[in-house]
């Protein structure tokens, strides 16, 4: 789904930037351009930030010799 229009860029453009370290609307901003024209774009972006940011969960594995078996996220 698109979610600027001026700049073409879709929620999956948003979700990609969260998995790959953007955590702030303004760190997404500046990797993707998004919300540079008018604007209207930035509110479905904080709640798709919040969303994803609540779907985050920190990988309990631990990568040694002792755990061979998990893998980092």
């Given at each position: 789904m698109l979610i600027c229009l001026c700049?073409?860029?879709?929620?999956?453009?948003?979700?990609?930037?969260?998995?790959?370290?953007?955590?702030?609307?303004?760190?997404i901003k500046e990797k993707l351009h998004i919300g540079?024209?008018?604007?209207?774009?930035?509110?479905?972006v904080k709640q798709l930030l919040e969303s994803e940011s609540d779907k985050k969960v920190e990988n309990p594995c631990r990568q040694d010799a002792a755990f061979p078996h998990c893998k980092a996220i």
């Open positions: 700049n073409g860029i879709s929620d999956r453009h948003v979700r990609k930037a969260i998995v790959e370290g953007a955590e702030t609307l303004e760190q540079t024209n008018c604007g209207c774009c930035l509110t479905k």
